[in-house]
């Protein structure tokens, strides 16, 4: 056999490292960009909504920014990429972040009986129903709710407010009074019976208000304290917080909804910023933080680079693996409204994407995203397939998953049936 040259050799291996580094192409090109200004404007142009905002980054530059309409709407005051919105449970993975740090220190492990730290939490018993008189019916718990319950939302705990007399009970214990702390609320909620057994049904509630409460328990800190200390302050994300000075209140976007004629009817400021606009005792862990779109995509860049942004490490590799990967039983077949999003399981604090979309109408995106959502219909993804974040910014109720859809639409292309592999 005939040796091949030297030179020929070499230039045959840069070729293979050269293939082996391509990139993906890019997602978001001049056509997505001019698609993505056209779908945000249409949803104020159709008063879907009165204002609206997105950031994304593709392989750590940002690659789009544009926003439309009003943060508020009476006043003319434009939405802007300063403006401070309500994130509602998009506190959420923030939330999970801060726990998962005290994981890597080997605080806790998943598996470990939430009891174990927290014994307001012991020998819970469930909800079973009523009897003919209308007193419950309870039965005592399978086994311990586990701290990986509550990053999953398989606990039991529930907020509903339509369950015959159990939801009655768990108003009146009140525990998430704002005038509560921590402490408090943990040793009302429980006292409250467990709406069904542990890993029985996926169930959204107060599962990550107990996260911040269990953070400050295992860290023997403040939440908010811990939070911005170890998440918050070292991420430089300045703009988000629970409580809006005076002096920044301007720069909050109004909420909204739509009356019965289709109009937007935007929400009088003091009461829908109360939580805000005050400094209260609760600090809850799945809900009550405000910020801005480059604020959160910090956020959302730090989870893209496995924990790491500019020489910051918050988290381990491994750990944003961990919470990016699908920890929900597939045995597990009562997920209240979780099909909604796709085909998708659950992680600690996001949804996971395990499928292609299995029609058209589902949402777009990659498998392997994790990504979650607020109340007001704000949305961010992480696809570190293509090292794409997006950060969607409006302030609409009730929630309008509409929007998403049409938003991931425009970012990666109107989906079909051929591109899911389907």
């Known amino acids: 056999m005939k040796r091949i040259p030297q030179l020929f050799f070499i230039a045959f291996l840069v070729i293979e490292m050269v293939m082996a580094q391509e990139e993906t192409p890019s997602v978001i090109t001049e056509i997505s960009k001019k698609r993505l200004d056209s779908t945000l404007k249409s949803f104020v142009d159709n008063r879907d909504v009165a204002g609206v905002s997105a950031l994304i980054y593709e392989k750590g530059e940002e690659v789009y920014y544009n926003a439309f309409g009003y943060a508020d709407l009476k006043k003319r005051k434009p939405m ?99 005038e509560n702390n921590l402490d408090q609320m943990a040793a009302r909620l429980g006292r409250v019976p467990l709406w069904f057994q542990p890993e029985e049904k ?90 801005t779109l480059d604020d959160y995509m910090t956020f959302a860049q730090m989870l893209v680079n496995m924990g790491s942004l500019d020489g910051v490490k918050i988290l381990e590799p491994e750990t944003v693996e961990l919470m990016a990967t699908n920890h929900l039983d597939e045995n597990i077949k009562d997920r209240s409204w979780l099909p909604s999003k796709g085909q998708v399981g659950f992680g600690i604090d996001f949804a ?51 929007l998403h859809k049409k938003f991931r639409d425009a970012v990666y292309g109107p989906l079909s049936m051929e591109n899911t592999g389907n």
């Open 352 to 402: 996971v994407r395990l499928r292609p979309p299995a029609s058209t109408k589902e949402n777009n995106g990659v498998v392997g995203e994790f990504f979650w959502d607020g109340a007001a219909s704000t949305l961010f993804w992480v696809d570190p397939v293509n090292k794409l974040t997006a950060v969607f910014f409006v302030q609409i109720f009730p929630f309008n998953g509409t």
């Open 202 to 291: 996926w169930e959204y509630g107060p599962s990550v208000d107990i996260q911040a409460f269990l953070v400050e328990r295992i860290s023997g800190q403040p939440y908010a304290e811990y939070l911005q200390e170890h998440v918050l302050g070292p991420l430089n994300m300045k703009e988000t917080r629970y409580f809006v000075p005076k002096s920044d209140q301007k720069r909050m976007s109004a909420t909204y909804s739509h009356d019965n004629l289709g109009f937007l009817d935007q929400q009088d400021d003091q009461e829908s910023h109360a939580y805000n606009y005050g400094k209260w005792n609760f600090t809850p862990g799945g809900w009550g933080l405000t910020s």
């Open 80 to 178: 802007e990429r300063n403006t401070l919105v309500q994130i509602y449970s998009m506190t959420k993975p923030i939330t999970g972040t801060a726990l998962m740090s005290l994981y890597e220190k080997g605080k806790f492990k998943l598996d470990d009986p939430l009891e174990k730290y927290a014994p307001e939490f012991a020998n819970m018993q469930v909800y079973k129903g009523v009897d003919s008189t209308g007193k419950m019916i309870l039965e005592p718990i399978k086994r311990p709710v586990t701290i990986r319950d509550i990053t999953r939302h398989t606990g039991g705990f529930t907020t509903r407010n339509d369950i015959p007399r159990l939801s009655t009970a768990l108003r009146l214990a009140d525990p998430f009074n704002w």
